[in-house]
């Protein structure tokens, strides 16, 4: 199976699937448009999200970075005048300073990651959405700026006008994932409930890949971010009201309708099955909210059967 993931919503239901299929049927394949380089280190924030989530080293009360992590070299960087606008905790800087190290040396970001998760306990290969370098760049009313610019230093505060991915007409996708689309041997691919502007659609945006998802001999379906009108992490529904777009689920299946046979609306948005079945796109309802392990495994399993379902459908 094939999850196309952004960071703390698709890591809670990559972590479902991880526990419901085996390590090497699951391939999670995730958006790198929000990396950027920091205080001369390679930061990779929603690969990280992946690799500590499926390792049980999450930090449950943020969503990112390392459980119990320090902050002192942080303390000791603002005493000297250093930029903390970024938070990087002091066993965090272990994974930036390695993963540094390795690509200074040559290595792909994709081989850095796979032995990194390895490394941590991670069985489910974890993927960049490519080795090439995505930038994704967002427009506001303050003027473009980096991704982490706007979503960290500025806390999402300038409304947004508009997004760009800033070298994904260049940039290689994952192969693995074009091959399984190709060939149509994955179980099926996975949306996870993440922003769909900011951490999917940068890997929809690479030469190739939603034509294939339109095309591919397996179901696609998605797990929809919003519920009753509320995004479950981060500023999806914000930006929605800032682009004038309706704040529901039904804005996120329009905005997939031409790859989708399936889509998962939470239980408090039911009453837009008929809706989403109207767009030609086959509905669920389930509990989407994951605030325990079960949970995440309980949709997980709701999706895997879903995708079963689609793809014995004649």
């Not at 239901?13 to 390590?23: D, E, K, N, Q, R």
């Not at 995730?30 to 390792?55: K, Q, R």
């Not at 505060?157 to 994932?177: K, Q, Y």
């Not at 796109?281 to 879903?306: S, Y």
Request: aromatic share 4%; with cysteine; charged share 20%.
């Amino acid at each position: 199976m094939i999850a196309l993931s952004g960071g703390v919503g698709g890591a809670k239901l990559a972590l479902g699937l991880a526990h419901s299929l085996p390590a090497e049927e699951l391939l999670v394949v995730v958006n790198t448009g929000d990396d950027f380089e920091h205080l001369g280190l390679a930061i990779c924030p929603d690969i990280d999200t992946l690799v500590y989530t499926l390792a049980g080293l999450d930090n449950p009360e943020t969503g990112w970075g390392r459980a119990g992590d320090t902050g002192a070299c942080m303390a000791a960087l603002a005493a000297l005048g250093g930029e903390t606008w970024f938070f990087l905790g002091d066993g965090d800087l272990a994974m930036h300073l390695e993963r540094t190290r390795r690509l200074g040396a040559g290595e792909r970001l994709s081989e850095v990651t796979a032995d990194l998760a390895r490394r941590l306990g991670v069985g489910a290969l974890i993927a960049p959405m490519s080795d090439d370098t995505v930038r994704t760049m967002v427009r506001t009313t303050a003027g473009e700026l980096s991704f982490q610019h706007y979503f960290v230093r500025e806390r999402c505060r300038p409304a947004v006008t508009g997004f760009h991915f800033a070298g994904a007409e260049r940039a290689r996708p994952e192969p693995r994932l074009m091959q399984a689309l190709a060939e149509g041997t994955a179980r099926g691919i996975v949306l996870c409930p993440s922003n769909p502007f900011i951490s999917l659609d940068p890997i929809l945006a690479l030469p190739g890949v939603r034509a294939a998802l339109a095309t591919t001999a397996r179901p696609v379906v998605a797990v929809s971010p919003v519920v009753a009108g509320r995004a479950l992490k981060g500023p999806t529904v914000k930006m929605m009201d800032e682009l004038d777009l309706p704040r529901d689920a039904l804005t996120v299946a329009s905005r997939y309708r031409d790859i989708l046979d399936g889509f998962v609306l939470d239980t408090a948005d039911a009453a837009l099955a008929e809706a989403v079945s109207a767009m030609g796109i086959e509905p669920m309802v389930a509990a989407t909210v994951m605030t325990t392990r079960a949970d995440r495994i309980a949709l997980a399993r709701a999706v895997i059967g879903l995708l079963d379902r689609l793809r014995a459908a004649p």
